[in-house]
């Protein structure tokens, strides 16, 4: 390994925290942060010989560069601009990587906020799930300048199984658009074939096994089916999650003037499974929302 860095780590929730742990276990330092304060003890605790921080700026100020993995537009701009922000504290010719899903319009406006004090962002939304996170198996799309990325990428392929530079700032998140307007078209087929598969009286888990094998099989297939069958939707990506995401996609889209039908579609649907009590369901949950649908037969 080369020389470990010192690393603030802010946000330690089903993402962070493992992605966090997977820097820890490589031999690098890390002070972390979490706005829930026993988030960051309870890491702490799994993780001897770290420490905890009570702003993102005190975690930053002696850090070589600073990982974030936070909610939303508004949570990257608290953190890194803000009064307790990272730069208040963070050296010049230091980095900032954030793996937080949100606009490329923040993206670019974060880069060149802390460009102005010599510092680089990259945004480095991430795909692949908690599962991902856990396995260190996560797909990392990476923005910015360059040869910041390139001095990055081999911490981040400690947590990750790809990682690849999409372009200047922006470009990571606009590819992570892309990611999750493909997984909500590919989770309502799925959603729609198991609904047809059952009302037709199919097996469906042999139907799967067969389609599976041919041109229909996605991850999605493969990693979900078995839990939508059963109607269980605790295993994954949070309707609220993809709803924030899919508002981004859409706000993209009408600014590049670019059509996204079955997002739009798909995103009603999942106002549907919100108004469900669904929240907080995965993004499978779309089959509970098929089977609790009642035509109007008049």
């Known amino acids: ?24 276990k490589a031999g690098h330092q890390l002070t972390v942060f979490n706005r829930t304060p026993a988030k960051a003890a309870q890491w702490v605790a799994n ?28 949570d990257v701009r608290e953190v890194v601009t803000g009064e307790q922000g990272i730069l208040k504290t963070l050296k010049a010719g230091s980095l900032i990587i954030d793996h937080t899903t949100a606009s490329a319009t923040l993206a670019k406006e974060m880069a060149t906020a802390c460009l102005k004090q010599q ?6 939304p991430v795909s692949g799930g908690e599962q991902g996170a856990i396995n260190g198996q996560l797909t990392v799309m990476v923005g910015g300048d360059e040869t910041a990325y390139n001095a990055a990428e081999p911490l981040m392929q400690l947590f990750a199984k790809a990682v690849t530079y999409m372009g200047e700032a922006g470009a990571g998140q606009m590819t992570k658009m892309v990611n999750q307007i493909c997984i909500g078209g590919l989770v309502q087929a799925l959603a729609e074939g198991l609904n047809f598969a059952d ?52 706000d993209q889209a009408r600014a590049l ?10 995103d009603q649907f999942y106002a549907e499974v919100q108004q469900q009590g669904g929240g907080r369901w995965d993004t499978s949950s779309l089959l509970r929302r098929m089977r609790a649908f009642k035509p109007n037969l008049k």
């Not at 962070?16 to 742990?21: L, N």
């Not at 003037?257 to 798909?266: E, G, K, R």
Request: charged fraction near 20%.
């Open 119 to 124: 510092i680089h962002f990259l945004d480095a």
């Open 47 to 74: 993780h001897p010989n770290h420490n905890s921080a009570t702003t993102p700026a005190e975690a930053a100020a002696k850090a070589d560069l600073v990982f974030l993995c936070v909610g939303k537009d508004e």
């Open 199 to 250: 009302k037709a009286g199919l097996d469906q888990q042999k139907v799967i096994d067969v389609i599976s094998l041919g041109a229909a099989g996605s991850w999605q297939m493969n990693n979900r089916h078995k839990t939508m069958i059963s109607d269980e939707y605790e295993h994954g990506f949070a309707v609220d999650w993809m709803r924030k995401d899919f508002a981004i996609c859409l």
């Open 257 to 266: 003037d670019a059509q996204l039908p079955v997002t739009a579609l798909v």
């Open 1 to 24: 390994m080369s020389t470990p860095k010192k690393i603030a780590f802010i946000g330690l929730g089903v993402m962070g925290g493992p992605m966090a742990g997977h820097l820890a």
